[in-house]
T-cell receptor, first 119, second 112 residues
Framework: EAQVTQNPRYLITVTGKKLTVTCSQN?????MSWYRQDPGLGLRQIYY???????DKGDVPEGYKVSRKEKRNFPLILESPSPNQTSLYFC??????????????????FGPGTRLTVL | QQQVKQSPQSLIVQKGGISIINCAYE??????FPWYQQFPGKGPALLIA?????SEKKEGRFTISFNKSAKQFSLHIMDSQPGDSATYFC???????????FGDGTTLTVKP
């Protein structure tokens, strides 16, 4: 089954304790992205990767790190979590975001989400 | 700086009615405008998308209207059904840059 998986699905942690949220896709997608969802703020892009070893900052990258060492995995790392990083996190992947020359867009497939609470 | 503004925040519609959600963007570098639908406890899923050289796109009961000069676009759900009750996000993507900016979301409730 084609899917994006995230682990853990739920996590409660304390301030300053490093954590990693894993994301894996089995669709051979080149593009992967992390979002956080907060009430009233919609989805905000944290980091994205257009291919292996290529990552770039989204709109809210502060306090997060990512790596893309292999195509299928795109972990999100919080080196020193703080309470303001309490949120619902989504990983997404797509073949590519699209083709601007052909005027096409590729759907981003979202994982089930990880609910993180930082105390 | 909020690059995509979405309204209303919540919407209640009677079954069979028309649901309309509006979005406005600022950055002219955006070159694709998708709408995503999210049910409780699930990740968002693509509903319909439009590129800026098209003024309208229709898929079943869902229609996007796009006004490039006003930098506005909207989602119309015709004959709204209780199963359409969900949160809807508009988005704007810069495909070459890989960036996607989402609106704040609209929670739609369709009453039977």
């Amino acid at each position: 089954e084609a899917q994006v998986t995230q682990n853990p699905r739920y996590l409660i942690t304390v301030t300053g304790k490093k954590l990693t949220v894993t994301c894996s896709q089995n669709m051979n997608h080149e593009y992967m992205s992390w979002y956080r969802q907060d009430p009233g703020l919609g989805l905000r892009q944290i980091y994205y990767s257009m291919n292996v070893e290529v990552t770039d900052k989204g709109d809210v990258p502060e306090g997060y790190k990512v790596s893309r060492k292999e195509k299928r995995n795109f972990p999100l790392i919080l080196e020193s979590p703080s309470p303001n990083q309490t949120s619902l996190y989504f990983c997404a992947s797509s073949l590519s975001l699209g083709d601007s020359l052909r005027g096409s867009y590729n759907e981003q497939f979202f994982g089930p989400g990880t609910r993180l609470t930082v105390l | 700086q909020q690059q995509v503004k979405q309204s209303p925040q919540s919407l209640i519609v009677q079954k069979g009615g028309i649901s309309i959600i509006n979005c406005a963007y600022e950055n002219t570098a955006f070159d694709y405008f998708p709408w995503y639908q999210q049910f409780p406890g699930k990740g968002p899923a693509l509903l319909i998308a439009i590129r800026p050289d098209v003024s309208e796109k229709k898929e079943g009961r869902f229609t996007i209207s796009f006004n490039k000069s006003a930098k506005q676009f909207s989602l119309h759900i015709m004959d709204s059904q209780p199963g359409d009750s969900a949160t809807y996000f508009c988005a704007a993507s810069n495909i070459d840059a890989g960036k996607s900016t989402f609106g704040d979301g609209t929670t739609l409730t369709v009453k039977p």
